[in-house]
């Protein structure tokens, strides 16, 4: 009797586990559930599609046809309303009942709205699916002022997009600096100054108030909490995700803003997986529970929850020292790892494009950030990998090469 595997989801985690388990079994049975009216596109492309940069054919990365040649049943446009993990049964609204012997939760996120007046008016966007960026991309053609709200890694992709479509935008932080979290107020100023560069405005220990709206119900302003306004007729709001996982009442499936799951993307309830931003997952590297929304990083999960469902066990880990890029600029940004986490961490300022900030838990390298010289990437995430200890040789992590035997001498020596 054929395996039967139900995906909910199909972003990159879910597509990635669906391409995983049919290579493992030819012979199963996929379904992939999606409340999208499309099949998997590039979440990392989008955003250049909203710039005006690229074409909207490049960004799709799976049509119909792959799943079709595949053998794997895509349902678009459907909405999972429970699942019942007794019978081993997924229901949707529109009444139909998927049985499983194995399921795997990708369902991902969804922006988290400002909880202000107006927040909901025309013309303020969030952006996280193909449908938004396309809203996006008409709004922001037609736009000459703009604010953007949210101070983090999407947020500075509706900066980039404010930069790249000639509006002159008011960028609106609650502290100090871009990323506070995982960067300086030394490093930040590279952002900031190239932010300048493109149009948008940085404006800090701001925010939103309320939005102002015409008689037409379309934005035209944001006002923030020390009562000054802006002017907009574009609103980019990128504040964190929520993660949906109503469905699951009364599964008992563990949740906690996400799902959570250990090292081999099980869930605590026998036969269900869970993968991607919607996780709570026990980080083999940084020996706590984390989340992660980077695109290669569910892309792994993706695959290391179907390697695991098509086993029926948990023989693959997932170890990954996630990246992330920015390329908005005329220089290279990444990020890697933890790099808001830690107890300690080291930085330098090499020139006034050159930046790199190393993020430590327990004398090992979890995280950081790098600005104009990636080189050193490398180097770091096999420290962070292999949980290397850097105690008393932090200065190290600061050098233009990273010479990673440096750090392993003295343990060879012993």
Request: net charge negative; charged share 25%; hydrophobic share 40%.
């Amino acid at each position: 009797m054929c395996a039967s595997h139900v995906i909910i989801g199909d972003g990159i985690a879910g597509s990635s586990a669906a391409e995983t388990i049919r290579e493992a079994d030819p012979d199963a049975d996929i379904t992939v559930i999606t409340e999208e009216g499309e099949a998997l596109y590039n979440r990392i492309l989008i955003k250049e599609f909203a710039k005006g940069k690229l074409p909207a054919a490049p960004v799709s990365i799976h049509d119909p046809d792959w799943y079709e040649e595949r053998d794997i049943d895509l349902e678009l446009n459907t909405v999972v309303t429970s699942v019942d993990t007794d019978d081993k049964e997924v229901h949707t609204h529109e009444g139909d009942v998927y049985e499983y012997d194995k399921l795997l939760v990708a369902t991902g996120g969804t922006p988290t709205q400002l909880p202000v007046d107006n927040s909901d008016a025309e013309g303020v966007h969030h952006f996280w699916t193909f449908e938004d960026a396309r809203a996006i991309k008409e709004n922001a053609e037609r736009a000459d002022k703009g604010v953007v709200v949210g101070a983090g890694l999407l947020g500075i992709d509706l900066a980039a997009i404010c930069g790249a479509q000639g509006i002159d935008a008011h960028y609106l932080m609650r502290g100090n600096a871009w990323w506070r979290y995982a960067l300086s107020e030394e490093g930040a100023e590279i952002i900031h100054e190239a932010l300048r560069d493109v149009g948008v405005t940085p404006v800090f220990d701001s925010g939103v108030d309320h939005f102002e709206t015409d008689d037409e119900g379309h934005v035209t302003a944001a006002v923030d909490p020390n009562g000054d306004r802006f002017e907009a007729e574009f609103a980019g709001v990128a504040i964190g995700l929520n993660f949906n996982t109503e469905f699951l009442r009364g599964s008992g499936i563990e949740t906690d803003n996400g799902i959570v799951v250990d090292e081999h993307m099980q869930t605590n309830v026998e036969d269900v997986y869970a993968a991607g931003d919607i996780t709570q997952f026990h980080d083999v590297i940084l020996g706590d529970r984390a989340q992660n929304g980077a695109w290669g990083s569910a892309k792994e999960q993706g695959s290391i929850a179907g390697a695991n469902m098509a086993a029926d066990g948990p023989e693959e880990t997932f170890e990954w020292v996630s990246s992330y890029s920015i390329t908005h600029f005329g220089f290279p940004f990444l990020s890697f790892g933890h790099p808001t986490l830690g107890d300690d961490s080291v930085e330098k300022k090499y020139d006034e494009g050159t930046w790199r900030r190393v993020a430590l838990k327990d004398g090992r390298v979890i995280g950081g950030v790098l600005i104009g010289d990636l080189a050193p990437q490398s180097g770091l995430k096999r420290l962070a990998r292999e949980q290397v200890d850097v105690s008393g040789k932090e200065d190290l992590l600061l050098e233009e090469e990273i010479d990673v035997e440096a750090f392993e001498e003295p343990a060879a020596a012993e």
